[in-house]
């Protein structure tokens, strides 16, 4: 059976604004990805957690952008809010007769990969994720790998 690996990776938060609109990638929170992969590809859960720089933190709190409270030691709490983005799947090989291939070297695969993703199931995992923990992504992501890459196989050993 083949074997899968499990691993989590924390992007940094980000302030790209630029005035010129070509070049403004505007702000994003700390973005997390639990990546299960194996020898056909990998399939990946992204969330974005909220969590934002302090540089924008106190911009957003200056301008009255931002939901914040104020403890009685006058620390500022910001409140950061997860949001889903999608379930992925990157793959060696075509998954069906009209998958295209992308034209760049992927991330979790380390070749061009063909791509397809869900954000609408990417919520369902959230709440999973945060009622639950990430036992149960685990679970939904091998049973992902399995449904897209074993088709026709026997069952995957997850370890």
Known sequence: MEELKKEIVFNPAYDRRNPDPTKNFGIGSVL????????????VFNFSTGMLLPSTIKEY????????????????????????LDIACHS?????????????????????CYYESSSIEADEYLQI???????????LLTS???????????????E
């Open 32 to 43: 997390c990805s639990m990546i299960l992969s194996g020898n056909e590809g990998a399939v």
């Open 129 to 139: 994720l945060i009622e639950k923990g990430s036992e149960p992504i685990w679970d």
């Open 92 to 112: 060696k090989k075509p998954l069906d007769d009209d998958h295209s291939i992308l034209n760049k070297t992927c991330d979790y695969i380390g070749q061009p």
């Open 144 to 158: 992902y790998y399995n449904e897209t890459f074993n088709k026709n196989k026997s069952g995957v050993k997850n």
């Open 61 to 84: 709190i200056e301008t009255g952008k931002a939901c914040y409270k104020i403890n009685s030691d006058g620390m500022v709490y910001f409140l950061n809010i997860p949001c889903a």
